[in-house]
């Protein structure tokens, strides 16, 4: 492979800083970044003053484009995204999958990741939206923890599963939590009204990340007019344990909440996801 030259761009390093430079390519890695030895065969790519970043990864996606990851869908359509998703700078993601209740319907997934092309984003698992979360939305299934019937649905998806989200208030979570962790598939918490302490009960059980925080993390009811209520974003904010990621497009969570996310948390522990669905990138019109 011919090495590459990347010029005249903004290279950004994550958390420290965004700056002119230029990116040496060897064998399809990083070789240098600001190189001081240039080997004569290079080519070379003037950047035209765009930010060069590492890779993106989304662990939190429905789809992309006229693709959507569902159990359903024609199975040419994962591959299609993958291969779509490196032109908005993804090299990996999670394809995002809200769940039937009925295990059984997942099975053409486990084909599906048996079978993935070797170009495009790298699939690091699926995840699993649901169905043990507590309040519905976006078709999520709202069934009661039950490790039998995860145990079906891990099956079911050839056990490529990477991640699963769950509610730490519905009925019975916390053995679903910690036998995702015996089976390293990461719980996140989301679709939640949970209290402090059933919050807390989840992140000890050992969920440890909040996905599209804020959004389904509704705002306790005002029992006290002279004290504030507190519920689960605050258990998760106070948490050094927990990390979270936002849809962070100005629209589904305001702007000071992601400070004070990013104030509490650190950057280091603060994710940005797309939570897109098909449909995201197109145009304006009718497709």
């Known amino acids: 492979m011919t090495p590459q030259l990347l010029t005249n761009a903004r290279i950004v390093v994550p958390g420290e800083s965004i700056s002119p430079g230029s990116l040496l390519l060897e064998d399809g890695k990083i070789a240098a970044v600001n190189p001081t030895k240039i080997p004569a065969a290079a080519s070379t790519l003037d950047c035209g003053q765009r930010l060069l970043t590492p890779g993106l990864i989304d662990v939190h996606t429905h789809g992309i484009e006229s693709c959507c990851y569902h ?26 999958v809200v769940p039937p209740t009925n295990p059984e319907f997942l099975k053409p997934l486990g084909a599906l990741m048996a079978s993935l092309p070797h170009d495009g984003a790298v699939v690091a698992g699926l995840h699993i939206e649901g169905p043990f979360v507590a309040l519905g939305g976006a078709a999520c299934p709202t069934l009661p923890g039950d490790v039998a019937l995860l145990e079906k649905f891990l099956s079911a998806c050839g056990n490529h599963v990477s991640v699963m989200s769950v509610s730490p208030d519905q009925q019975n979570i916390l053995p679903v939590i910690r036998r995702l962790c015996e089976l390293n598939i990461i719980p996140f918490i989301t679709h939640t009204r949970a209290s402090v302490e059933q919050t807390e009960a989840a992140i000890e059980a050992g969920a440890h990340h909040a996905t599209h925080f804020y959004d389904v993390f509704p705002v306790p009811e005002e029992k006290d007019a002279g004290v504030r209520p507190v519920g689960a974003v ?44 098909i449909g995201a990138g197109l145009p304006p019109g009718e497709h």
Not at 72 to 86: H, M, N, Q, Y
């Open 71 to 96: 159990y359903d869908r024609p199975s040419g359509e994962f591959a299609a995204a993958l291969r779509t998703l490196p032109r908005y700078g993804t090299t990996c993601v999670l394809p995002t």
């Open 234 to 277: 605050e258990a998760i904010l106070a948490d050094p344990l927990v990390t979270v990621d936002f849809i962070c497009d100005g629209v589904h969570v305001h702007p000071t909440a992601i400070r004070a996310a990013v104030a509490a948390k650190g950057w280091e522990k603060v994710l940005l996801i797309t939570d897109s669905n």
